[in-house]
């Protein structure tokens, strides 16, 4: 029986690793960069966007207006924010993005959420490969993509939902 407390000991260190590495832990797993490294990406017709360590395209929601995140519960579920995993104090910058431009912001549960020119960042949880950038739409109207640069891109996306 002394296993048992070893394999205890394996399953404890592997719930804890996925609940610390943030959003990045529904998406299938990339050698390299954690999924707080931000990159510029590009999106046909639309240019650089950030998007997460692991290529997946980075939102912004309107009500957030350069402050705090207003998406929380079932908005959470569809839109997963860009979290640091505990312990990480800062996220990194990667090809593309401005260092400058990078934060965090405290969420009502404690964790941090990673902010671009002071916007919370968030996921979505239909785009299912990197590269996909199916959150930002006319029928979607509060989530937007934020270009490398800092700014809000509201050209329509190719490929993306039609309103």
Same mark, same amino acid.
């Given at each position: 029986m002394p296993a048992r407390p070893h394999l205890a000991a394996v399953? =404890?260190?592997?719930? +804890?690793? %996925?609940?610390?590495t943030g959003c990045g832990a529904s998406r299938p797993a990339t050698a390299g960069s954690p999924a707080y490294q931000l990159r510029a990406r590009m999106v046909p017709g639309?240019?650089?966007?950030?998007?997460?360590?692991?290529?997946?395209?980075?939102?912004?929601?309107?009500?957030?207006?350069?402050?705090?995140?207003?998406?929380?519960?079932?908005?959470?579920?569809?839109?997963?924010? =860009?979290?640091?995993? +505990?312990? %990480?104090g800062r996220p990194m910058a990667g090809p593309g993005v401005r260092t400058a431009l990078l934060g965090t912001v405290r969420r009502a549960d404690g964790a941090r959420q990673v902010t671009y020119n002071g916007w919370p960042l968030y996921l979505y949880e239909s785009d299912h490969e990197p590269g996909q950038a199916t959150g930002q739409a006319e029928d979607m109207g509060l989530w937007w993509l934020l270009s490398a640069s800092g700014a809000v891109d509201k050209r329509p996306v190719a490929g993306a939902a039609a309103g």
């Open positions: 399953l =404890l260190a592997c719930t +804890v690793a %996925v609940a610390v639309v240019g650089p966007v950030l998007a997460d360590g692991h290529g997946y395209t980075l939102y912004i929601y309107v009500p957030d207006h350069r402050g705090r995140s207003r998406c929380y519960g079932v908005c959470a579920q569809a839109w997963p924010p =860009l979290t640091l995993p +505990v312990g %990480v």
